[in-house]
C-alpha cells in the first residue's frame, strides 16, 4: 500500500539530487511534481496511491535523473558566465566613456603629459581590447560547443579551456580597470572639489564592481562545476 | 528497443514530438509513446534533462503556463533553430536508414542452430 505523499517525496529527493543548482531544483521539482500527478489522473487504475507508486516507479531513478542535469546545470552555468564577461566589458567601457565625458562637460585641465601616463595609458587601452577579444571568444566557444548528455572528458576539456579563456579576460580587465585608476587619481590629483570628483570617483567604482562581479560569477562557476562533476561521477 | 540505441537518437525523437506544437513534458512523452505504438519506452524522467538541454542549446523555448488544474506547468515548443536541426537530423537519419536497409537486404537471415 501506498504511504500518502509518495509524489512529494520523490520530488523531495530529486530537488536533494540537485542540490548543486538550487534554481534548477526548484524548477525541476515544480514540474516533475505536475507530470507524476498528471500521470497519475491518466491512470486507468481506481486506486490513488497505487497510481502515485507506478508513477514514480515509471520516472525513474532520482540519482540516474539528477546526474543527467548535472551537465545541463554546467552548461547553463557556463553560458550565463560567458554572456556576463561581455557585458562587464561593455559596462566598464562605458563607465570609462562617461567619465571622459564628465571631464570634457567640466573642462578639467589636460591630464600631465608625463612618461608614466603615457605607459598606463598604453597597458590600459591594450588590456582593455585583450580582454573584449578574449571575452567574446570564450563566449562564441562555449556556445557552440553542442551539450553532451553527459560530462563525458571531451566536454570536460572544453570546459577547461572556456575556464582558462575567462580567466584571461577577466586578469586583462582587471589591469586595464587598474590602470584606470591610476589614470583617474592623477587627472584628479588637483581637483579643489570634492563634487567635481563624484562621477569619475563613482564611474570608477562601477569600474571596480563589475570586475570584481566578474571573478564572483567565474568563482560561482567553478564551484558549481565542481559539485555538478561530483554529482554526476558519484552516480 | 534497446535503451542505449534509443538514448543516442532521444534529441530527434524529442524535438520530432515537439514539431506537432507546443507540449509539456507528460505530453511529450505520451506522443513519442503514441507515434512509437509503445516501441520507445524509456523511464519518464529520461526526457526532462533533454528538454532542458535542447532549451539550453537554443532547440526549445520553455515558459510556464498555469494549467486547468491549477498546477505550474512548464510549455516547450520548437525554435526556428530546432526546426532547422530537426530537418538536418532528419535527412542524415534517412540517408542512413536507407544505407543500412541495403546492407541488410544483402545479407541472409540468421538461423539460431540450437
Known sequence: MAQPGVISEYAERLARELDFDPSLARGV?????????EAVSADPAGDRSDAEQRAVAKFGDPHAIAAQFAVVSVARQARTVSRAGIFVVAAVFMAMKARLGWYAVMEYPAPPSGALSAVVLSI?????????????????YIGTRPIPSALTPD??????????????ATGALLASVLCDGVLTSIRLA???????????LASMAGEVVC???LLWSIRGMTRRTASASRAARMR | M???MLKGHLDMIVLAALSAGPAHGYAVIEEIKRRSAGAFDLPEGTIYPVLHRLEQAGLLAGRWVTAESGRRRRVYSVT?????????R???WEQFSVAIDSVFKGSRPWHNPA
Open chain 2, 2 to 4: 534497446e535503451g542505449e
Open chain 1, 29 to 37: 521539482r515544480r514540474e516533475v511534481e505536475d507530470h507524476l500527478w
Open chain 1, 190 to 200: 588637483g581637483t579643489a572639489s570634492f563634487l567635481e570628483a563624484v562621477v569619475p
Open chain 1, 155 to 168: 566536454y570536460r576539456l572544453q570546459l577547461r579551456r572556456f575556464f582558462r579563456l575567462c580567466v584571461a
Open chain 2, 90 to 92: 532528419r535527412a542524415v
Open chain 2, 80 to 88: 526556428r533553430r530546432g526546426e532547422r536541426e530537426l530537418g538536418e
Open chain 1, 211 to 213: 570586475a570584481g562581479g
Open chain 1, 124 to 140: 590600459d587601452r591594450g588590456a582593455f581590447w585583450v580582454a573584449l577579444l578574449v571575452a567574446m571568444v570564450a563566449w562564441m
